[in-house]
Nanobody, 121 residues
């Protein structure tokens, strides 16, 4: 059974930083592409970033490029999203998802339960 469990969300001031984690189980983590997606209140699911470590590839939405960094630890089967220079518009529930994502994609085979990130002064 595929399980994805996010953690690390919270309240942060604009300009601050947070690191989200997603612990995965139930599949071969080292061979899988993984993604972060988010959903703000009243908005559709938005793809944020993807990583496919097997081919050393990462990709980011334009809205987070240069501010967010995705990486993973195969030994811990954990995916991370390091977020810096956070803006109020980054406020959302953040989910990790199994698979490669892209702009406009809203369906993912597996998603975690999400972790809330609130950027506010």
């Amino acid at each position: 059974e595929v399980q994805l469990v996010e953690s690390g969300g919270g309240l942060v001031q604009p300009g601050g930083s947070l690191r989200l984690s997603c612990t995965a189980s139930g599949f071969t983590f080292g061979n899988a592409a993984m993604s972060w997606v988010r959903q703000a209140p009243g908005k559709d699911l938005e793809w944020v970033s993807s990583i496919y470590n097997y081919i050393h590839s990462t990709n980011y939405a334009d809205s987070v490029k240069g501010r967010f960094t995705v990486y993973l630890d195969n030994a811990k089967t954990t995916l991370y999203l390091h977020m810096t220079s956070l803006k109020t518009e980054d406020t959302a529930v953040y989910y990790c998802a199994k698979g490669w994502g892209s702009f406009g994609q809203t369906e993912y085979e597996y998603r975690g339960q999400g972790t809330q990130v609130t950027v506010s002064s």
